[in-house]
């Protein structure tokens, strides 16, 4: 079971946008640990999407955009396409168990 | 363009011990942490450990007691050994740089790039 909670899936139509949450707890995410964002595709090793709450890697689209609140962080999709289908996963660090988690993983379908 | 090109056995009996290498391609070796994840098939990513130029490591606790990261700065490329596998242990395995910064409280790491990932199966 993971650290990290995301839902299993998300899906939207072409040019919508879509959220996905990532829920942790007061010793990651709520004890202020930086929330990561990564894209895998099928066959493929995760690509960095978001790093540090809301930063984005050169090269990734400004329609992916990464936000933090209290004990929860948030990935945003807007203008949805369909290279976008892919599953998507949060990264953060916890201090109780020193060391870096991750979230249980959510699968985008673009309709 | 920093690349990870890693390499290793893919197939292992229960007990075996599961070792995998990963090099590093262009850029800074020293400076940042260097880490193993591994996601078993149909399932979710999980860190297992880092190491640093110098050697310092930390594993995951879950796992400590299997795991050695080792590194050959020289060489920039690090290593992963896993000792007594069993077939909960088949999953693709990943090396990545770890990025970022950490302070007395803890890593502000995320991981980029990664390798090309290893599929290593355990099975008698």
Known sequence: QSVLTQPP???GAPGQRVTISCTGSSSNIGAGYDVHWYQQLPGTAPKLLSYGNNNRPSGVPDRFSGSKSGTSGSLAITGLQAEDEADYY???????LSGYVFGSGTKVTVL | QVQLQQWGAGMLKPSETLSLTCAVYGGSFSGYYWSWIRQPPGKGLEWIGEINHSGSTNYNPSLKSRVTISVDTSKKQFSLRL???????TAVYYCARGDGYYDNSGHYFWFDPWGQGTLVTVSS
């Open chain 1, 90 to 96: 949060c990264q953060s660090y916890d201090s109780s």
């Open chain 2, 83 to 89: 000792s007594s596998v069993t077939a909960a242990d």
């Open chain 1, 9 to 11: 899936s998300v899906s």
